[in-house]
């Protein structure tokens, strides 16, 4: 992502889990794990959404670990659907220091596994912001967001989503009254509005 970027491993549940870290601008506000779209598909921690998502949030003052999920990069393992993937996800939250803020995002596949992740750390660690963007909502049970957690959480789509409709994240969203960002004319990868995609991420982070 830039000239300081440390990327490291760790003892993962599937081996070597392989996670990038940059540092906060200016006093650290507290540590932000940020998941990656599908494996099968290309995606890796490298992904310019994910990129996107980082520098949205050490600008606004958060230390951020972006990780490998298995079988992708240095990461041992192979894909699972999820459900391992989730325990990857957990893995690298277990590295954000426990006396210090935690902030969860990800992107499409990583929006998914985010979700249950906030649901399994329920009542075990508290989330204080959570962002989903192009969350894959049409090909995988993404989990419902607590109420308490929804002034917390912002979510984001592109209304030209051609891999992961609108209206599948309506669909989850709506019995949930949980609002939804929507980018007018945006596509799943948001091609040519990241500078949009990291402003709205900025504007939430600083409420």
């Known amino acids: 992502m830039n000239a300081l970027t440390r990327k490291f491993t760790i003892d993962g549940p599937a081996g070597l889990l392989e996670l990038a870290e940059d540092a906060a601008v200016g006093p650290e506000r ?3 794990v940020i998941a990656h779209p599908h494996p099968l598909f290309g995606g890796t921690m490298d992904n310019k959404v994910v990129q996107t998502l980082a520098r949205a949030f050490t600008q ?3 230390r951020t670990l972006r990780l490998n999920f ?5 990461s041992a393992g192979s894909h ?3 459900r391992g993937e989730l ?3 957990l893995a690298a939250v277990a590295q954000a220091p426990l006396d210090a803020p935690l902030a969860l995002a990800g992107f499409s596949f990583g929006a998914f596994v985010t979700t249950q992740a906030v649901a399994q750390l329920a009542g075990q660690r508290e989330v204080a912001k959570l962002v989903l963007v192009g969350t894959a909502a049409s090909r995988f049970e993404v989990a419902a967001i607590p109420p308490e957690a929804h002034d917390k959480t912002l979510v984001i789509h592109g209304e030209a989503d051609d891999t992961v409709p ?3 994240v309506m669909d989850w969203a709506r019995p949930q009254a949980l609002p939804v960002m929507v980018v007018p004319g945006g596509g799943h990868f948001f091609h ?16």
């Open 80 to 82: 699972d659907e999820g």
């Open 192 to 207: 040519g509005q990241l500078p949009l995609l990291k402003g709205l991420v900025v504007r939430h982070l600083g409420l």
């Open 60 to 62: 606004c003052g958060w």
């Open 87 to 89: 325990q990857d996800l």
């Open 70 to 74: 298995r079988g992708v990069g240095a």
């Open 166 to 168: 609108l209206s599948a």
């Open 30 to 32: 507290g540590t932000a």
